[in-house]
Antibody, heavy 121, light 108 residues
Framework: EVQLLESGGNLVQPGGSLRLSCVAS????????MAWVRQAPGKGLEWVST????????YYADAVQGRFTISRDNSKNTLYLQMSSLRAEDTAIYYC??????????????WGQGTLVTVSS | EIVLTQSPGTLSLSPGERATLSCRAS???????LAWYQQKPGQAPRLLIY???SRATGIPDRFSGSGSGTDFTLTISRLEPEDFAVYYC?????????FGQGTKVEIK
């Protein structure tokens, strides 16, 4: 059974930093792309970032490019999202999602339960 | 960036009725790289359909998807009580991956 467990969400001040983690189990983590998708309160879904497997390429939404960094540790089956220069508009539930294959052009076949990030003073 | 527009915003139906949800892409670059997700309050999204028409593992056959290019449809043949939720389409054939704004299927 595929499981994705996020952690690290918290209340942070504007301009601050936070690191999210996602521990995966139930599949061969190293062979799939992994992603972060967020959902602002009462709003729709927004893709944030993808880390492909194999070549290890990373991709970002324009809204977070230069502020967020996605990484993965295949030895720990863990995906990370380092967020810096946080803004109020980054407030959202952040979901970890498994890509349907190794590259960037994937859908999301499994999702974690999410972790809440609140950016406020 | 491909913009996905879902319609209607809200669909009010009774259990047993047929639901037809639309997703229109601003460009045809997504081909059949279109997925549908269901989200219930307080829960993570769940994959229903990928490749425009393939059901994900464990999804009942009352859910079906169709379309290609710019026009896609999710059909729920007979609504069950557990089907009342928000549905999102997502294209993954072009970067960045984008979602529609969602259609809420509510009990009439």
């Amino acid at each position: 059974e595929v499981q994705l467990l996020e952690s690290g969400g918290n209340l942070v001040q504007p301009g601050g930093s936070l690191r999210l983690s996602c521990v995966a189990s139930g599949f061969t983590f190293s062979t799939y792309a992994m992603a972060w998708v967020r959902q602002a309160p009462g709003k729709g879904l927004e893709w944030v970032s993808t880390f492909s497997s194999g070549g290890g390429s990373t991709y970002y939404a324009d809204a977070v490019q230069g502020r967020f960094t996605i990484s993965r540790d295949n030895s720990k089956n863990t995906l990370y999202l380092q967020m810096s220069s946080l803004r109020a508009e980054d407030t959202a539930i952040y979901y970890c999602a498994k890509g349907s294959y190794s590259g960037n052009y994937h859908y999301f076949d499994y999702w974690g339960q999410g972790t809440l990030v609140t950016v406020s003073s | 960036e491909i913009v996905l527009t879902q319609s209607p915003g809200t669909l009010s139906l009774s259990p047993g009725e047929r639901a037809t949800l639309s997703c229109r892409a601003s460009q045809s670059g997504s081909g059949t790289y279109l997925a549908w997700y269901q989200q219930k309050p307080g829960q993570a999204p769940r994959l229903l359909i990928y490749g425009a028409s393939s059901r994900a593992t464990g999804i009942p056959d009352r859910f079906s998807g169709s379309g290609s290019g710019t026009d896609f449809t999710l059909t729920i043949s007979r609504l069950e009580p557990e089907d009342f939720a928000v549905y999102y389409c997502q294209q993954y054939g072009s970067s960045p991956k984008t979602f529609g704004q969602g259609t809420k299927v509510e009990i009439k």
